[in-house]
C-alpha cells in the first residue's frame, strides 16, 4: 500500500508514529526512508536504538506523545505511519489526526494498520466458521 501511493521511498523523509517495537521503522529505514521513529516510552525507544545500531540502520528516535507533536516542524513528512495497536493508547483522536495533518508535506499520506483483536487468532484460511457468536463470550 505505501508504495502504491507514496512510491519509493528512498531519501523520503517518513514518521513512524507510536512506533512501539519499531519494526515499521526498522522496515522503511532498510528501504532507504530518512525514519523518524516518535513514541511515548523512552524505554521503547532506547532498545529500538541499540537494535538499529546492530541493524546498521540510521533511524532518528523522539520521545513525544503522539498527540503533541509540537518539537515537529509543520510539513516535515512525505509519510506518516501507525501500526497495529497504535489507537487504543490515543485518548483525543482529533487532536492525534490535527497533528498528523500538520507534519504532513502537502500531498503526504498517512497510512495506518489497525485491526480488531477478533481477526488476531485466526488462522490465514478461505472460510471462517464460528462456534458461537462473538459477543456470546461472557460473563464479562
Known amino acids: 500500500m505505501i508504495d502504491e501511493f507514496v512510491g519509493p521511498l528512498a531519501g523520503k523523509p517518513v514518521c513512524v508514529l ?3 517495537d519499531n519494526y515499521a521503522a526498522f522496515a522503511l529505514a532498510g528501504v532507504g526512508a530518512v525514519v523518524t521513529s516518535i513514541d511515548i516510552s523512552e524505554q521503547r525507544l532506547r532498545v529500538a536504538e541499540e537494535r538499529a545500531g546492530i541493524l546498521g540502520l540510521e533511524i532518528d ?3 513525544s506523545d ?7 516542524p509543520d ?8 501500526t497495529n495497536g497504535f489507537f487504543v493508547w490515543i485518548a483525543d483522536l482529533i487532536r492525534l489526526y490535527s497533528e498528523v495533518s500538520r507534519v504532513l508535506r502537502p500531498g503526504g499520506y498517512y497510512i495506518f494498520y489497525d485491526i480488531h483483536p477478533f481477526m488476531r487468532p485466526w ?4 472460510t471462517i466458521e464460528m462456534e ?7 460473563p464479562i
Open 18 to 20: 507510536g512506533s512501539g
Open 61 to 63: 528516535f523522539v520521545r
Open 66 to 72: 503522539a498527540a503533541d507533536l509540537t518539537s515537529t
Open 75 to 82: 510539513a516535515q513528512y512525505e509519510l506518516v505511519c501507525s
Open 123 to 126: 488462522k490465514d484460511q478461505a
Open 132 to 138: 458461537k457468536p462473538y459477543f456470546q463470550t461472557g
